[in-house]
């Protein structure tokens, strides 16, 4: 068996801060990207998304920034809730790749109350 | 719609056995995509298909893995033998196509493998 795990980064707040959640990416082609989140026991779902020809997006308490610069993404969350207490990933698409997406490594949120 | 769906949700077999993962995908999604989540690699991407298609497998690690899409409303992924190793959980995932938002990909909740 595995003898050595990968440990995800893991963010730890305090309930009504706001969280910040990073991303790199690898590909200069890639032009659309996606945050996705994950609660235990269950599949990876939506929260926002972005193109590259834009810097930033916001959602209902979320935001997404794009540096294309330094191929960097984040996830701000406001207002931390117990409820946001999940792992998440940013997910690339590639231009002309089709539709696949590459998912990068994923951070674990912690909320505390 | 219901989602993805996938069966079974959990699965626990020998070594050596065959392992057969199914999934529906979304009605009137175009790709279809295997994903396989482990601590070790994260959310790896095995094979995805374009309208039943297989487009690129070069993630199916090796060729005890194989996947098939006979029907627009159908896929299964098999595992033959199975080795511990093969131990994760595979997810499937569906979405309308390439450009923006069609790219979002709609995931079922995953079936937990163990090969003992």
């Known amino acids: 068996g595995e003898s050595v795990g990968l440990h995800l980064p893991t963010l730890s707040v305090q309930e009504g801060d706001n969280s910040i959640i990073n991303c790199a990416y690898s590909?200069?082609?890639?032009?659309?990207f996606i945050w996705y989140k994950q609660e235990s026991g269950k599949g990876p779902q939506f929260i926002i998304d972005?193109?590259?020809?834009?810097d930033k997006r916001q959602g209902q308490r979320v935001t997404v920034l794009l540096n294309k610069t330094v191929k960097h993404l984040s996830l701000q969350i406001a207002a931390t809730q117990p409820g946001d207490s999940a792992v998440y990933f940013c997910?690339?698409?590639?231009?002309?790749?089709?539709?696949?997406?590459?998912f990068g490594q994923g951070t674990e949120l912690s909320v505390k109350p | 719609d219901a989602g993805v769906i996938q069966s079974p949700r959990h699965e626990v077999t020998e070594m050596g056995q065959e392992v057969t993962l199914r999934c529906k995908p979304i009605?009137?999604?175009?790709?279809l995509f295997w994903y396989r989540q482990t601590m070790m690699r994260g959310l790896e991407l095995l094979i995805y298909?374009?309208?039943?298609?297989?487009?690129?497998d070069s993630g199916m690690p090796e060729d005890r893995f194989s996947a098939k899409m006979p029907n627009a409303s159908f896929s299964n992924l098999k595992i033959q033998p199975s080795e511990p190793r093969d131990s994760a959980v595979y997810f499937c995932?569906?979405?309308?196509?390439?450009?923006?938002?069609?790219?979002?990909?709609?995931f079922g909740q995953g079936t937990r493998l163990t090969v003992v």
């Open positions: 995932a569906s979405s309308l196509g390439t450009g923006g938002r069609n790219t979002e990909a709609f």
């Open positions: 590909n200069s082609a890639s032009d659309y």
């Open positions: 972005i193109r590259s020809n834009m």
């Open positions: 997910a690339e698409n590639i231009y002309n790749q089709g539709g696949k997406l590459i």
């Open positions: 009605s009137g999604h175009d790709y």
């Open positions: 298909f374009n309208n039943n298609v297989p487009i690129d």
